[in-house]
């Protein structure tokens, strides 16, 4: 089975742009999570969606937004973007039955300038 | 407020030696715990989970549960170089509606020397 995916690997923004990151789960995989990577802050949870429904959020300002597509790809959005928002963004998904047992994808690096 | 708390390390040990990493958590009602490994530069890899209190081995990795304490660890024997990494701890709580939250510790930087 293929991993998760997540596209693009690595963007260079500018402060105030948005951005759109996309990630696809494992074949089967319904839910997807989306989380931030700091060196100062770790990993933080940002979103959890399934079935197309976001079903849980954590504690990011409403800049950060994402949605589910029926084949189970999901998109997260980064709109005006801070200096503080440079990070590695992950998507982890997880299988029906076993959702609290989640799979990371590569990740997406990026950089606010 | 969840909280996991680890040992930022860094965590130097000789190859050959037994690695034994630490975590503690806040929420009683956590019921799944998992140790990911992280790669300089890499994603998070799963390597361990553990639901039961004891001991659960795979391969050269013991995860260890004691709920009554709050702790989770890991032990890696025989420590070779390419173990070398961050290694955290995530714990899993019900946020509801069949949701899965995973709270994430720092993590521990491992460092195997030869």
């Known amino acids: 089975k293929a991993g998760v995916t997540q596209t693009p690997r690595y963007l260079i923004k500018t402060r105030g742009q948005q951005v759109t990151l996309s990630c696809s789960p494992i074949s089967g995989h319904r839910s997807v999570s989306w989380y931030q990577q700091t060196p100062g802050q770790g990993l933080q949870f940002l979103f959890e969606y399934f079935s197309e429904t976001q079903r849980n959020k954590g504690n990011f300002p409403g800049r950060f937004s994402g949605r589910q597509f029926s084949n189970s790809r999901s998109e997260m959005n980064v709109s005006t973007l801070e200096l503080g928002d440079s990070a590695l963004y992950l998507c982890a998904s997880s299988g029906t039955g076993d959702e609290d047992t989640q799979y990371f994808g590569p990740g997406t690096r990026l950089t606010v300038l | 407020q969840k909280e996991v708390e680890q040992n930022s390390g860094p965590l130097s040990v000789p190859e050959g030696a037994i690695a034994s990493l630490n975590c503690t958590y806040s929420?009683?009602?956590?019921?799944?715990f998992f140790w990911y490994r992280q790669y300089s530069g890499k994603s998070p890899e799963l390597i361990m989970f553990?639901?039961?209190?004891g001991d659960k081995e795979d391969g050269r990795f013991t995860a260890q549960l004691n709920k009554a304490s709050q702790y989770v660890s890991l032990l890696i024997r025989d420590s070779q170089p390419s173990d070398s990494a961050t290694y955290l701890c995530?714990?899993?709580?019900?946020?509801?509606?069949?949701?899965?939250?995973?709270?994430f510790g720092k993590g521990t930087k491992l460092s195997v020397i030869p």
């Open positions: 553990i639901y039961s209190n």
């Open positions: 995530a714990v899993s709580s019900d946020s509801g509606a069949g949701s899965y939250q995973l709270t």
């Open positions: 929420d009683r009602g956590s019921q799944s």
